[in-house]
Structures are given as C-alpha cells and as structure tokens.
C-alpha cells in the first residue's frame, strides 16, 4: 500500500497509545501505518452537502430560505399538542427508555401486520416486521447484506440514499431505468425488463412510490406490470412506501402488498414524513413471501443478524406509532397538511409551467418538485447579479469548477436569492435541473419564493445564450 511506513518500534509500543504518543511522536505526526480510510466511490450526499455552501454564505449575512432537505419540522411544520400529549405520556413510562427486541416492539408489530392483513391481500406475522433506526439505516442494510456481484436495478434520477448504498456495496456504476419528465416522470417499464432481461447481475428491483425526487405517484397498472417483470425473471423487489399516504391532486396509488403475489418482496414504511418525525430515526421493512422463497429468506436472515449486532432500533417511536396513528386526531391533521400540499404543488405548478427554458410536472405525491432545464440552454457562462463582494467572489470560485451545469445554478440562485435547492444531476441522472420542496407553511412567502427562482431561471439563461 502506498501510504505505509515502516515503523521502527516493537509491536507493543505500537499498540501501547500513550508511550506511541509520547516516545514516537514524530513518526505518528507523519501520518498513521497504513491508509486507513476505505476510499469512497467519490459520490456525495449533496442533500447535506449544499448545506456547507449555504452555511459559508450565511456567515456573509445571506438570509437562506432552506429548499434542500425535506423536513416538514425544519420548514415550520407545528408538531400538534395531542401528538405533543402523546409521547409526554409515554415518557413517563420507564418501558420506553429501555432496549426493545431486536426486531422491534411485538405490539407495535402486531398493529402495522394487523393494517397489512386487513385489506384481505398479502398476509403477515409480527415476525415479517424489521424495525430500523430510520429508513436511511434500513437501506444500508438491504444493500449491505447483498453478495456483492449482484445488483439492484433503480429508478433514475433516484434517492440518493438507495444509489449511494447500493454503489458503495458493488463498488460499480448503478443499474437504472429512466423516469421520463416528458411523460409526467413516469418510467420506462420497457428499459427496466430490456435491463433485466440482458444483466444477468440484477436481482431486484427498485421502487420508490410516491417518488422522490419526482414526485411521481404509481398507478397501479404500472406497479402490476413491474411485479409481474419481478415474478418472471425470478427477482426480488423492495418498494420505498416513505410517501405512501402522503398523495393528492386526485392521484391514487396501491402499497407493493397488495399486488405482490407470490413474489418476494420487501415494503419500506416509515415516520419521519407522515407524522412527520424525522428525528425519531425510525423506520421498518415488511418482508413479503419469504416463507415461500429459501435465496429470499437467506438474505432476510443476513439482515437479521446484522441488526442483532445492534442490539435493537430506537424504542420511544415505535411505542408511538399505534398510539398516534390511531389517534382521532390523526387522519384530519394529516389531511390539513395533504392540502397544503396539494396547494403548494399547484402554486409551483402554475408559476412554472409557462416559463422558457424549463419544464415541469405537476407534483401529486411527496412533497418535492423538480424542474429539468431545456436541453443546451445552460453552459458555463452563464451567471446572475450578485451585489455582495465576498458572496459574489466565494460563488464564482465554486462556479469556476469543472461542475455540472445545473449545479453551477444552484449555487449562483444560492449566492443571488439565499434559496438553497439541490441539483437534480446530485439525484444520479443526467437530466439537469433541480429539485425543491413543497414544505413552506407560508404560502405568500411560498409563492415569492417559486416565482423568484422563475426570474432568476430566464436572468440566468439570458445572461450568456
Ligand atoms: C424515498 C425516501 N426513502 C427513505 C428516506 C429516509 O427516511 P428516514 O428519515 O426514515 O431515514 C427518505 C428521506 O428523505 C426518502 O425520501
């Protein structure tokens, strides 16, 4: 390895930290034995990322209107007092400050098999149920647990989450099929069984219903055809349900439980979009046929016992869910918000939709928008005003990299307004453009904002055409 040294000390000096530090300080400021760190695939979380930018520029005084990440909480989401009343309560149970089993709460297990079972489909057991600390750990883990010459083939662009785990673990270039803007972002079915058909690699399939960063909603023609692809080439499927209940503008969509079959499969749910409670790292699976697959239910086993390592995920939460889902007050909150939303998309929507240069869908399900720039209108010429010196200098020393054209955008609207959106070439397409949220709870302030980045999108096309 090229950074190791050879060390002149016995072993257990070596190990010994102290007489290390002290007796061969110089051999340790020269840098450690060998290279350490595991080197990355070069791909970053850009969702966080962008967050470094904003945060250099709000040290030079730039307001910052946050578009980046989608916490409802961050972007003045009021948790309600009954929700607020029911963790107080549960924090004055010492169960609640305690491990968990492994696979999660039996009765918070019990409930969500129970809501599976009720719609008369696929039927589970408590033990079909993994709990996770968030979803974000759930898909490392899906990912992780894989034999590392196998594949998962994913939507593109995609959750940056599921692309970086997935290229982390098989350390090459993701399989994917195209979302197609020009369509209502809806997939390439076709792409994804040529895909299929010819990459003997791939052994599951990618779904993330209602879709982000698209915002797509599934119909259910689409999902049928897509489990059916899954049954006749033997493969497995995981179905990302973050956003399943969070759709509107008419839209309706199925769970993966309800069309599944006999194929294998596994559903991801979570809490940190519908109630919303990102903060509680709280997610869980539902594995779907594994009694009727022994490949499937190896790989689940290998999951397992990774998660036993870990002892258990996050306990207050899951006590939680049954007692906030049921609650009365419940399905009419998340209604209010499912309106907001609806709103929102329509406000985005109507501002943006006769703008050159861009084109845009009407987002019916998550709560994200995604705006794709024209092809060729951008290059590397192109900027907005910038009064400020310093901010000015700082973004035209990022600009002057060799970046992605949308990115080059995104930090120019970022130095020009203070509005922090993601690039849509960080969510591992080539389609550029970006992404924003549906999040703002002031919808005048909203609708300044959308119309803001719809001047500033033609300010900066024009600049240099
Ligand atoms: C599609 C999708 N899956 C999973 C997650 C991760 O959620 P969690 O907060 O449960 O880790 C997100 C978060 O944005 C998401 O958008």
């Known amino acids: 390895m090229g950074a190791e040294k050879n060390l002149d000390i016995p072993q257990e000096k070596v190990y010994g930290t102290k007489y290390y530090f002290t007796h061969y300080h110089k051999s340790y400021e020269a840098g450690m034995r060998f290279d350490i760190a595991k080197s990355g695939s070069g791909l970053v979380y850009e969702i966080r990322h962008i967050v470094n930018v904003a945060n250099r520029l ?80 759930a898909i490392a883990r899906a990912y992780s647990a894989i034999r590392l010459d196998v594949r998962i083939i994913m939507p593109e ?77 033997d493969l497995f499927l995981i179905f990302d349900e973050t956003y399943h209940n969070i759709v509107f503008n008419g839209k309706k969509t199925v769970p993966l439980s309800d069309i599944i079959g006999e194929v294998p499969g596994i559903a991801m749910k979570g809490i940190s979009k519908e109630f919303p409670w990102p903060g509680s790292r709280c997610g869980w699976m539902e594995i779907y046929n594994a009694d009727k697959d022994e490949t499937f239910a190896r790989y689940i086993d290998a999951i397992l016992t990774q998660k036993m390592s870990e002892v258990c995920s996050t306990t207050l939460p899951q006590m939680a869910i049954p007692r906030i889902m049921t609650h009365p007050q419940y399905q009419p909150y998340l209604q209010e918000r499912l309106r907001h939303y609806e709103k929102l998309s329509n406000i985005a929507y109507g501002i943006l939709k006769d703008l050159p240069y861009v084109m845009v869908n009407r987002t019916c399900g998550a709560f994200y928008m995604t705006v794709v720039f024209n092809e060729a209108v951008l290059n590397s010429r192109q900027r907005l005003t910038i009064p400020q010196d310093d901010v000015r200098a700082y973004i035209e020393e990022l600009a002057a990299e060799p970046i992605e054209f949308d990115k080059r955008f995104v930090y120019y609207l970022l130095g020009a307004t203070g509005i922090c ?11 550029p453009g970006f992404r924003m949220t549906l999040l703002e709870r002031d919808e005048a302030k909203f609708e300044h904002v959308v119309r803001t980045i719809g001047e500033k999108i033609v300010a900066y096309v024009e600049s240099a055409r």
């Not at 961050?74 to 968990?100: A, F, H, I, N």
């Not at 959106?421 to 389609?431: A, G, R, Y």
């Open 421 to 431: 959106v993601i690039p849509l070439t960080s969510f591992f397409t080539d389609l």
């Open 58 to 137: 709000k040290r030079s005084g730039v307001e910052v209107i946050w578009e980046n990440i989608g916490d409802p909480v961050q972007k003045g989401e009021k948790v309600p007092e009954w929700m607020r009343k029911v963790l107080t309560d549960l924090l004055r149970k010492d169960c609640t400050y305690g491990y968990s089993p492994t696979k999660g709460a039996d009765a918070t297990r019990e409930f969500l098999a129970e809501k599976v079972n009720r719609r008369g489909k696929a039927q589970i057991t408590p033990e079909d149920i993994i709990f996770f600390n968030g979803l974000g750990d």
């Open 157 to 233: 662009p995609t959750y940056s989450t599921h692309l970086l785990a997935e290229v982390h673990h098989a350390s090459f270039p993701p399989n994917t099929y195209r979302m197609n803007p020009y369509c209502d972002w809806s997939p390439d079915i076709n792409e994804l069984e040529r895909k299929v058909k010819s990459h003997k690699a791939i052994v599951g399939i990618l779904v993330i219903n209602p879709d982000n960063p698209t915002g797509f909603v599934y119909p259910e023609e689409a999902l049928v055809r897509i489990v059916d692809i899954a049954r006749r080439y």
